[in-house]
């Protein structure tokens, strides 16, 4: 009975999409003045690989590119011609050919066919000439004898390094496992090649001293042909999360999950702790001494819960490099199309971030990274008459900060034209002072249609972007600012939640009605003297903060409640936040602190206009999250 692969395409797909990325990765890198022999080794191996996997299930367009590519590595590899800029260029074109192939599989719709035929010539092309050179120290090898040689592995050899060893290897001649398998730690080669040649392709995996060879006289029956021998399923045992291959056990190092799984867990463990919270705000009447161990346990529970909550959270968590390993390729292509010369370095790649978020910011960053190419780095020769190096530097960096991540994109270029934005923004009615702080002024970029670009290029300079960027970014519950200083460069900094799902927040009440505050959006609390607070003719009221009048916002008004006192100084102001807008919101008083699990009102309801969300308290309440932004919008 044959085996059913369908299931695996998924599998191979996700694993095939990541080798490309680490594909653009290495060519990027690739220095081709002094090129790096295990650098060449690892592309090979990436083509090798989506070639094997292709073949499994039979995608003849994706094996049709690689095997060009591997045939053009192949001779790299052996020395018949080198890497050039020139084959950089056309593996990274095979690279988006390959991932166009990728996603017509995943998504069931066709490819471009002309390119996918335009690349593989060229590759062929390539091949072809590279093969009319044929270096004299590669003609010994071809009048040696075929010898078999068993191949005795470390215990300690991973499935990783026994899936690369194969690939080395079968560039000297067939590979195959001995069958039956009774002897684990062994691979078995067809090859002329002496035995420093085999230990020199084995070095870049293991080490060539933790390496047995043996030479037999006869072949040996193996599990596969030298032709078919393929390792993208090991030969091993498998028994629950371990493989026993090459004679030892190795942990599954990953394991891939569907994410509707991932959320419903994560929905499951959020009502968990909003159970949780129920019974503890139960057990506050209980008494202490009576119910000593009853409470006891209640706290271990809390804690252990806590801990649940984050674990689970943190599987949707994933690095910033998803976001950040797909601007190299793009600086490249950019700065060579505009003739800039451009240094980008990336830090915190490791950085982590929700899934939901992290595929969300893609866009304003790429966005963010395009300007910065186009019109902030300046041209060499500009840069030299301003006493820079030729080289322009862009940085992208994240970090985690308070429970928030930091994300900024900085150059060195030209920065911002302050009297450029000014002009612009009073052409287009802004009132402006002259003497506004620059703080002021840059936040004016994010407004629709500011763009002082003196060029309209493909990439900036219309009008349109950076309030894209800015309403991406609120929408995310994050912020975005801008510094910058003429001539010396402009950084962008972005600050957002971890994640969505989990709100740090501040409880208030307002007659009966609970609401929940953003705690990131809290700066700080305090009940007003009479003498503190300014009424406007009767289009409402401020409150002096430290020299600072900030307006008062009702927040019974706001949601309808009547008002148990027409007095502020009656109630609590909570000075609320965001970016460069503040106001001082009027609740009657404060419930506390507490972490609570967001739930979406729109997917069950509607849009609730002042609320971004709403949660369940340890009461059994519903308590709505306050929208900050919008908020401070209407004040």
Not at 91 to 113: C, E, H, T
Not at 281 to 306: K, P, W
Not at 366 to 388: F, Q
């Amino acid at each position: 009975m044959g085996i059913d692969v369908s299931r695996f395409i998924q599998v191979f797909l996700d694993e095939a999409e990541e080798q490309l990325a680490s594909l653009e990765k290495l060519l990027l890198a690739f220095d081709v003045q002094h090129p790096d022999a295990e650098e060449v080794n690892a592309i090979f191996r990436i083509a090798h690989s989506i070639k094997g996997g292709a073949g499994t299930f039979g995608f003849a367009d994706l094996i049709d590119i690689t095997h060009v590519m591997e045939t053009m590595l192949g001779k790299i590899r052996h020395g018949d011609t080198k890497l050039t800029a020139e084959h950089r260029d056309a593996f990274l074109q095979a690279k988006d050919v390959l991932k166009m192939q990728l996603d017509g599989i995943r998504q069931n719709r066709a490819v471009d066919s002309a390119l996918v035929a335009e690349v593989r010539t060229m590759l062929s092309a390539m091949a072809e000439q590279a093969s009319q050179i044929k270096p004299a120290v590669l003609a010994p090898l071809v009048a040696r004898a075929m010898r078999h040689v068993r191949i005795g592995l470390p215990h300690s050899t991973s499935l990783e390094q026994l899936r690369a060893l194969h690939l080395e290897l079968a560039l000297l001649g067939g590979v195959s496992l001995p069958a039956p398998l009774d002897e684990p730690g062994v691979m078995l080669l067809e090859s002329s090649a002496t035995d420093d040649e085999i230990r020199a392709a084995c070095s870049s995996v293991l080490d060539a001293h933790e390496i047995g060879l043996r030479e037999q006289a006869a072949p040996v029956e193996a599990t596969a042909s030298p032709e078919s021998a393929d390792l993208t399923e090991p030969v091993g045992k498998i028994d629950g999360n371990r493989v026993d291959v090459a004679g030892g056990a190795v942990e599954a190092a990953t394991i891939r999950v569907n994410i509707e799984k991932v959320d419903q867990l994560i929905n499951l463990v959020g009502e968990l702790v909003i159970t949780q919270a129920m019974l503890l705000q139960r057990t506050q009447a209980l008494g202490q001494v009576q119910h000593e161990g009853f409470l006891s346990d209640i706290s271990q529970l809390s804690r252990n819960t806590r801990d649940l909550q984050q674990a689970v959270m943190s599987i949707r968590m994933m690095s910033m490099d998803f976001v950040f390993s797909r601007f190299p390729r793009m600086v490249h292509g950019m700065s060579a199309k505009l003739g800039k010369h451009i240094n980008f370095v990336m830090e915190g790649n490791s950085t982590e971030l929700d899934k939901g978020l992290i595929e969300k910011i893609i866009d304003p960053l790429t966005h963010l990274v395009r300007n910065s190419i186009d019109h902030g780095i300046e041209m060499p020769a500009a840069r030299s008459r301003r006493g820079k190096s030729e080289v322009g530097l862009i940085k992208i960096s994240a970090v985690h900060q308070s429970g928030h991540i930091v994300i900024e994109v900085q150059d060195d270029g030209a920065g911002l034209n302050r009297q450029k934005i000014v002009a612009k923004a009073r052409s287009q009615g802004h009132k402006i002072d002259d003497l506004a702080p620059d703080d002021e002024v840059w936040p004016l970029i994010f407004l629709p249609g500011i763009s002082t670009a003196e060029v309209v290029t493909d990439v900036s300079g219309r009008g349109v972007g950076m309030d894209v960027v800015k309403r991406n970014i609120s929408g995310l519950g994050g912020t975005v600012n801008v510094f910058s200083r003429l001539g010396k460069g402009m950084t962008t900094r972005i600050s957002l939640p971890l994640t969505l799902a989990i709100l740090e927040g501040m409880s208030v009440r307002v007659g009966g009605e609970t609401y929940m505050l953003p705690l990131a959006n809290v700066i700080e609390s305090f009940q007003p003297r009479p003498q503190d607070i300014k009424g406007l003719n009767n289009e409402g009221s401020m409150v002096q903060v430290r020299g600072d009048y900030l307006p008062i916002i009702s927040l019974g008004s706001v949601f309808g409640i009547p008002a148990r006192s027409a007095d502020p100084t009656s109630g609590i102001l909570v000075i609320i936040a965001k970016e460069a807008r503040r106001a001082a919101l009027w609740v009657d008083e404060l419930a506390g602190q507490q972490q609570v699990v967001v739930k979406n009102i729109e997917t069950h309801y509607r849009k609730v206009a002042n609320v971004s969300g709403a949660t369940i308290l340890g009461d059994g309440s519903v308590a709505l999250i306050v929208d900050i932004s919008a908020l401070l919008g209407g004040a």
